[in-house]
């Protein structure tokens, strides 16, 4: 069993005083490092950041909004394809599914909008992502869909695409 020993006033005040947080906190509890970072950037005090891992941080931050852009995208394709490929099985649950990602997408877009110039990558990434939902959740295998995306990006964002969705 792992025992847990919560912060008293005093540990907390220990926190506080840089001499006393080991050199390695980014590896032995994330959440502290973040904490005592944050805490130093706020006061000013450039010389006792973590810059290292700090650059590595915030490198991967903008890393997961692409990924958050590419997942979304692989899911609102695959169910393009799905509608598509198999029109006898539409239903509400698809279209519902293409409506809140691109809702998603959208509000992504304007909360980072430097994303724009990564949207032809992202598809291209994406359609993999699409493909691979297709095929998982349908009788369709590889060889029964589009090598490249079929889709322009201005059809995959727009609302009355495809125009029988209604």
């Known amino acids: 069993m792992v025992e847990?020993?919560?912060?008293?006033?005093?540990?907390?005040?220990?926190?506080?005083?840089?001499?006393?947080?080991?050199?390695?906190?980014?590896?032995?509890?994330?959440?502290?490092?973040?904490q005592s970072q944050s805490e130093l950037l706020r006061l000013g005090n450039w010389q006792e950041?973590?810059?290292e891992n700090l650059v590595e941080e915030i490198t991967s931050l903008g890393k997961q909004q692409k990924q958050?852009?590419?997942?979304?995208?692989?899911?609102?394709?695959?169910?393009?394809?799905?509608?598509?490929?198999?029109p006898e099985l539409r239903g509400k649950s698809w279209k519902a599914t293409i409506r809140e990602q691109r809702k998603q997408i959208q509000l992504h877009i304007?909360?980072?909008?430097?994303?724009?110039?990564y949207l032809v990558q992202a598809v291209i990434e994406a359609y993999e992502l699409a493909l691979a939902l297709v095929v998982r959740e349908t009788p369709l295998d590889y060889q029964d869909l589009p090598l490249e995306c079929p889709y322009a990006i201005a059809q995959i964002l727009d609302p009355q695409f495809p125009s029988n969705m209604d």
């Open 4 to 34: 847990v020993q919560l912060e008293t006033p005093s540990t907390q005040n220990e926190i506080s005083d840089r001499s006393l947080i080991p050199t390695n906190l980014y590896d032995l509890d994330f959440y502290a490092w973040t």
């Open 49 to 51: 950041l973590d810059i």
């Open 68 to 86: 958050e852009l590419r997942n979304r995208l692989g899911i609102l394709i695959g169910h393009l394809l799905k509608w598509d490929y198999q």
């Open 110 to 117: 304007q909360e980072n909008p430097s994303l724009k110039s």
